[in-house]
């Protein structure tokens, strides 16, 4: 079962700008789509980024369009997150995912192998 883990969340000033990345155990993993999602406290999950396995493709939900990037290294087996203006309704667990099956779309629905997931928290 591949292991997903995230680092570089912190507490940071609204505006400001932090790098997420998401490490896989598998080399396998750059041939499957990847993503990020996000839940707030008291607030459902929800889709963030996707990536295709080429890294070809990105989707990004309408709330970070323009705000982050995702990409990939897939030498390194990592992908990133970059996240700028942050603001603090993008405070939140950030979670890395890998997609159900390889090949497929960064789509919300296909993604699955849940990373523990890394806190951002955005001050006003």
């Known amino acids: 079962q591949v292991q997903l883990v995230e680092s570089g969340g912190g507490l940071v000033q609204a505006g400001a700008s932090l790098r997420l990345s998401c490490a896989a155990s598998?080399?396998?993993?750059?041939?499957?789509?990847m993503g990020w999602f996000r839940q707030a406290p008291g607030k459902e999950r929800e889709f963030v980024a996707g990536?295709?396995?080429?890294?070809?493709?990105?989707n990004y939900a309408d709330s970070v369009k323009g705000r982050f990037t995702i990409s990939r290294d897939n030498a390194k087996n990592t992908i990133y997150l970059q996240m700028d203006s942050l603001k603090p309704e993008d405070t939140a667990e950030y979670y890395c995912a890998r997609g159900r099956t390889p090949r497929g779309s960064p789509d919300p629905s296909a993604f699955g192998s849940w990373g523990q997931g890394t806190q951002v928290t955005v001050s006003s």
């Open positions: 990536i295709s396995a080429r890294g070809g493709t990105t």
């Open positions: 598998e080399r396998s993993s750059s041939a499957y789509a």
